[in-house]
């Protein structure tokens, strides 16, 4: 099994530009999510998702969207690119909600400039 | 008070050595707890989950204490390859999915 694959794994946008992180897993996992980590902080959950067709906001929603069409996609949205925005972004999955832990893919590494 | 808290280190360890490290966590509603391991610009890798009895992986003991709120792990006869930033993470519970991460504990084995 591939497990959680992110792509790309690495990005460079301009300020203002969209982009779409994707993410896919092929585990059946019902449980889906995004966070970012930044230097000296923890990650940090964005959106997530309990099954397709359900999304809700994480601790740091704004800026970005989401949407569960299938089991196995949960893309990331990027409105309008700020630089606050330069981060790594990891996509997790899970079977069971929280009870035996996340798998995350290998993430994203985006830069705004 | 931050959500989880934990000490960033970095802890210098000799190989062979045993070492500690703890967390503390300040949602009660948290029902799922667990230790990530991070390498340099990777992806966080589940260690262990950590259960109230307390549990053991081979090397690696984790305890919860749910009325103080705190969990610990504990790695003996420590490797180099152990050297990494050890992430303690609670699920967000209350009805709510996703994962709250502390900022790690980053672990150095010295030969």
């Known amino acids: 099994n591939a497990g959680v694959t992110q792509t790309p794994k690495f990005q460079v946008l301009k300020t203002g530009q969209s982009m779409t992180l994707q993410c896919a897993q092929d585990?059946?996992?019902?449980?889906m999510s995004w966070y970012r980590q930044d230097p000296g902080m923890g990650l940090r959950l964005i959106h997530y998702s309990v099954g397709a067709g359900i999304t809700d906001q994480g601790e740091v929603p704004n800026g970005y969207n989401v949407s569960r069409s299938t089991t196995e996609d949960f893309p990331l949205r990027l409105l309008s690119a700020a630089p606050s925005q330069t981060s790594v972004y990891f996509c997790?999955?899970?079977?069971?909600?929280?009870?035996?832990?996340?798998?995350f893919g290998s993430g994203t590494r985006l830069t705004v400039v | 008070r931050k959500e989880v808290e934990q000490d960033p280190g970095p802890f210098n360890v000799p190989e062979g050595a045993t070492v500690a490290f703890n967390c503390t966590y300040s949602?009660?509603?948290?029902?799922?707890f667990f230790w990530y391991r991070q390498d340099c610009r990777k992806e966080p890798k589940l260690l262990m989950s950590v259960y109230s009895s307390g549990n053991e992986d081979g090397r690696f003991t984790a305890q919860l204490n749910r009325a103080s709120q705190y969990i610990s792990l504990l790695i003996r006869d420590s490797k180099l390859s152990d050297s990494a930033t050890y992430l303690c993470?609670?699920?967000?519970?209350?009805?709510?999915?996703?994962?709250?991460f502390g900022k790690g504990t980053h672990l150095i084995i010295q030969p």
């Open positions: 993470v609670v699920n967000r519970g209350g009805g709510a999915d996703g994962l709250t």
């Open positions: 585990m059946n996992h019902e449980y």
């Open positions: 949602n009660s509603a948290s029902q799922s």
């Open positions: 997790a999955s899970s079977l069971v909600q929280g009870a035996r832990g996340y798998t």
